[in-house]
């Protein structure tokens, strides 16, 4: 009979919900190391969006994982090497493409201007919203990527002070359009060969020489494919490949900036190699790269989101004071820098 009372006793929870946490951060922690030492394909890539995330829920899964053991496990410590391994492959991407700290003092002759970059999500912006965010922070050059039909509407408060653009030809929508204060020359929308027709698949690129009084830099406008398929993920390859090889065959002495919606990572491989073979750095608002797209909701952006807006250079021009400003009805959040010309 007593025998009986403790076999009807309820099990404890604590060892399913040990079983989920292990399974879970073994599961965090292999995807991680395999974005590391597997990089290129889609998995992969998908993981390289989220690697802050997914390091702070290994280390959380991980303690919780100890607390529920009551004991250590070798699994334990092999989970530990793998996120430290990961974290310290997080930073060191990062610093690899960042700009070196720069003492502009040094260089008093340095020509100054402003840039923008905004992914207007095919229309689904708030034109005041965006009104009041150029009156008051000035940019020089604005960069646009999913204008789409928006052109006419962008024209209607921009063209008094921005007097040249690349915009699409009458009566077409366009993916890519620029916006400047200085004058553009040389202004080409280049087309990428090979990859179809798919309206998903952007398949241009803006490039352009723009005058800072007297200084030209050569400016590119790129919006590579999301990532989201197989054949978007191979789109985008073909994308940032063909750009680079471009860039380098222009054999310019000019500064080059390279900026716009990437949709690529910081820590995906292709974002890495692209930096390294052009020879470019960009730079951040904080140690961690604060998201510039977000997924849900704006207010989500840290924790679902984020950074593949970005804004490179050449060694000639210095990135400084970025700024990722307010949400204005897109699902990319504007951002800001302000660039130095070294003489």
């Not at 020509?111 to 020089?140: C, G, W, Y």
């Amino acid at each position: 009979m007593r025998s009986d009372r403790v076999l009807s006793k309820k099990k404890p929870n604590t060892p399913i919900l040990l079983h989920l946490v292990r399974a879970g951060t073994l599961a965090v922690t292999f995807l991680l190391l395999a974005s590391l030492f597997a990089p290129g394909n889609l998995l992969s890539e998908a993981v390289a969006f989220f690697i802050p995330q997914l390091i702070a829920v290994g280390f959380v899964g991980l303690l919780l994982w100890l607390v529920l053991a009551r004991k250590l496990h070798w699994l334990h410590l092999l989970c530990l090497l793998g996120l430290i391994i990961s974290s310290f492959w997080m930073v060191t991407s990062i610093r690899l493409v960042t700009q070196p700290v720069a003492i502009l003092d040094n260089h008093p002759k340095s020509k100054t201007f402003n840039v923008m970059s905004l992914n207007l999500l095919h229309m689904q912006f708030e034109k005041e919203a965006l009104q009041e965010l150029i009156e008051k922070r000035q940019p020089d050059l604005i960069a646009f990527q999913e204008t789409a039909s928006a052109t006419p509407r962008l024209k209607t408060f921009l063209t008094e002070n921005y007097q040249y653009a690349i915009l699409p030809p009458a009566k077409r929508d366009t993916d890519l359009t620029v916006f400047s204060k200085f004058p553009l020359e040389n202004s080409k929308r280049v087309h990428i060969p090979g990859l179809g027709q798919n309206g998903y698949i952007p398949r241009e690129f803006l490039s352009a020489n723009v005058d800072i009084n007297g200084t030209l830099i050569q400016l590119y406008a790129i919006h590579p494919a999301s990532p989201r398929s197989q054949r978007r993920l191979d789109g985008r390859t073909t994308y940032m490949n063909y750009v680079s090889n471009y860039i380098r065959e222009q054999q310019t002495d000019s500064p080059i900036m390279v900026l716009g919606d990437w949709n690529t990572p910081v820590w995906s491989d292709t974002f890495q190699k692209l930096l390294s073979d052009l020879k470019l750095k960009t730079t951040f608002t904080s140690l961690i790269p604060q998201t510039t797209r977000y997924f849900i909701n704006p207010f989500l952006g840290k924790v679902l989101g984020s950074k593949v807006d970005h804004i490179t250079s050449s060694e000639e021009i210095i990135i400084k004071d970025l700024i990722i400003d307010e949400d204005v009805g897109s699902d990319h959040f504007p951002i800001f820098a302000t660039l130095h010309i070294l003489p």
